[in-house]
């Protein structure tokens, strides 16, 4: 889906696809350096990094693997509730593992942050955050990812595997969405 694909829906194109797959290249050009010789694990956060963990992958040239979690502090609240819960664990034993969470985005950082505490907890040699967004104003605890496609305000965006209403995951760009969509 692109852009135009969407007519009213999408007030504007934060970054193209050119410039997330370039983006993309170049982090999985680093990963590969900083993890070479190494037995990295990519540990996908559903749904959102579902476009950005298989773009990543295909980028990487060093052998790894994969494993998904998906996790909520939202139940079904827009707010978070403070309280992280497993939706679905890892199939993978992480322990001795070089751990690369791959994200979508950081916003508040407290589900991550959480996460990347339970995944150390698990006797992981080590666990680092590869996230293609990050909202700046919106970080509210001590986390810095090791690896950041893009820093963006701090406004709600979708496409690229982010979503509003379970719609526009599928969008080749991302962009912020019309206020008529969601008011």
Same mark, same amino acid.
């Given at each position: 889906?692109?852009?135009?694909?969407?007519?009213?829906?999408?007030?504007?194109?934060?970054?193209?696809? !050119?410039?997330? !797959?370039?983006?993309?290249?170049e982090?999985?050009? !680093?990963?590969?350096?900083?993890?070479? &010789?190494?037995?990295?694990?990519?540990?996908?956060?559903?749904?959102?990094?579902?476009m950005?963990?298989?773009?990543?992958?295909?980028?990487?040239?060093?052998?790894?693997?994969?494993?998904?979690?998906?996790?909520?502090?939202?139940?079904?609240?827009?707010?978070?509730? &403070?309280?992280?819960?497993?939706?679905?664990?890892?199939?993978?034993?992480?322990?001795?593992?070089?751990?690369?969470i791959?994200?979508?985005?950081i916003?508040?950082?407290?589900?991550?942050?959480?996460?990347?505490?339970?995944?150390?907890?698990?006797?992981?040699?080590s666990?680092?955050?590869?996230?293609?967004?990050?909202?700046?104003?919106?970080?509210?605890?001590?986390?810095v990812p090791?690896?950041?496609?893009?820093?963006i305000?701090?406004?709600?965006?979708?496409?690229? &595997?982010?979503? *509003?209403?379970?719609? *526009?995951?599928?969008?080749r760009?991302i962009?912020?969405?019309?206020?008529?969509?969601?008011?």
């Amino acid at each position: 889906m692109d852009a135009e694909d969407l007519g009213t829906d999408l007030e504007k194109v934060l970054i193209d696809e !050119q410039s997330l !797959q370039d983006r993309l290249r170049e982090m999985a050009a !680093q990963v590969d350096a900083d993890y070479a &010789g190494r037995d990295v694990l990519l540990v996908g956060v559903l749904k959102g990094a579902v476009m950005v963990m298989a773009d990543l992958a295909r980028a990487m040239s060093i052998h790894l693997n994969m494993d998904w979690m998906a996790v909520s502090s939202y139940g079904s609240s827009t707010k978070s509730s &403070g309280v992280v819960r497993i939706l679905k664990d890892l199939d993978t034993d992480i322990t001795g593992r070089h751990v690369l969470i791959v994200e979508d985005i950081i916003d508040s950082g407290l589900t991550l942050s959480w996460l990347m505490r339970n995944l150390t907890a698990r006797g992981a040699a080590s666990v680092e955050v590869l996230t293609m967004l990050r909202k700046p104003e919106a970080v509210k605890v001590d986390l810095v990812p090791k690896y950041i496609g893009f820093d963006i305000p701090n406004e709600f965006v979708v496409g690229y &595997g982010l979503d *509003y209403a379970e719609r *526009y995951r599928n969008l080749r760009e991302i962009g912020t969405l019309a206020p008529h969509v969601y008011s």
